[in-house]
C-alpha cells in the first residue's frame, strides 16, 4: 500500500514539473504622450497669429523641418526646403494643418505637425534671454528692445524688427543698415529687408549693441 502511494506521489511531482507556467510575462507598456487638458486646448483655440509672431514648428517625422519661424509682413513663415505658408489669422491648429498639407504635398507622405507660439513673457526670476539692440528709424516700436534667443537659433535683424512691430508706410526696406561698435568706429552694415521678406536674401545675425535703422523712403526712389 505505501509503495503504491509512494509511486503515484511521484507520478504527480513529476506531472506538475511538465507544465508550462500559465502566469504571463511582464510586457514592456509604450509610453504615450498625455493628451492636453481642457484649460490648454481653449488657449490653443482662441489664439490668432499675427505679423511679428514666432512660431516653433516641429514635424515628427524629419526634424530637418523643425525651426523657429517669425511671421512676416505678408503674412508668412518661410519654412526651409519648401517656402512659403500664409499663416496670419489662423489658429494654431489651423497652422498646423496648413504645413501638414504643403509637407504631403511634396516632401513627405506622412507628416504630423505640431505649431506653438514662442513665449514672449518674462518673470522677475525668469528675464528673457535674448539680444539686446536698438531699432530706430521707420518702425512702429523705435527704440531699445531685448529680442529673444530662440531654440538655440541666432537673433537676426529681421527678427529685431519684427519685434519692433515691423515697418511703417514709407520705410525704405531697401536701404536699412545696421550700426555695429568696432572698437573706437563704428561700422555701417548695408540690410536690404526688403530680401529679407522675398526669402532671396540671407538675414543678418545682429549682437549685443547693435543699432538697426530702417530710414524713410525718399519720394520718387
Known sequence: MNYCYICFSIFVTFALLGCKSTVPEPVEMEMIPSLPTQMESDKRSGYRVKIGDQLDVFVLEDKSFNGSFGVRETGEIILPQFGRVLVQGLTLAEVELAVKRQLEKTQLKLATVIVD?????????????????RVSGRVVVPGRITVPQLGGNVVTAFQAV??????????????????????VSVRKIPLNLQLIEDGSAIDIPIYDGDTIVVPPKVVGF
Request: glycine share 10%; hydrophobic share 35%; proline share 10%.
Open 117 to 133: 507660439p514662442s513665449s514672449r513673457i518674462a518673470s522677475a526670476d525668469q528675464p528673457i534671454m535674448g539680444t539686446v539692440v
Open 162 to 183: 519684427n519685434e519692433a512691430g515691423g515697418t511703417l508706410p514709407f520705410a525704405d526696406k531697401k536701404r536699412s543698415y545696421i550700426l555695429r561698435p568696432s572698437g
